[in-house]
């Protein structure tokens, strides 16, 4: 079964960084999306990033450019998320996901998900 082993989340200060970490094992297919997404408390679910494990192309949210840097590891079907600049905004349990279709992922009807790592951003 498909397993997502998350690790990194806890308590930063404001302007501090932070690097998730996501191994997916059991997922038998070549070419998918490794994502974070976010939820706090009283808000929707977010898309933060992706990767797309077959040619390498991500996506952020507009608040997480130029802050947030996904990565990944092909062979170790491993992805990163190192987060910098964080503010109290950033403050939400992260999940990993991975999926074949995007879509279906933002609407949360399709892919794995991780049991997520919260991420706590005080001043």
């Known amino acids: 079964q498909v397993q997502l082993v998350e690790s990194g989340g806890g308590s930063v200060q404001t302007g501090g960084s932070l690097t998730l970490s996501c191994a997916a094992s059991?997922?038998?297919?070549?070419?998918?999306?490794m994502a974070w997404f976010r939820q706090a408390p009283g808000k929707e679910r977010e898309g933060v990033a992706y990767?797309?494990?077959?040619?390498?192309?991500?996506w952020y949210t507009d608040s997480a450019k130029g802050r947030f840097t996904i990565s990944r590891d092909k062979d170790k079907n491993t992805a990163y998320l190192q987060m910098n600049s964080l503010t109290s905004d950033d403050t939400a349990m992260y999940y990993c996901?991975?999926?074949?279709?995007?879509?279906?992922?933002?609407?949360?009807?399709?892919?794995?998900w991780g049991q997520g790592t919260q991420v706590t951003v005080s001043s």
């Open positions: 996901a991975v999926g074949t279709h995007w879509p279906t992922m933002v609407a949360g009807t399709g892919g794995y």
């Open positions: 059991g997922y038998t297919v070549s070419n998918y999306y």
């Open positions: 990767i797309f494990m077959g040619n390498d192309i991500t």
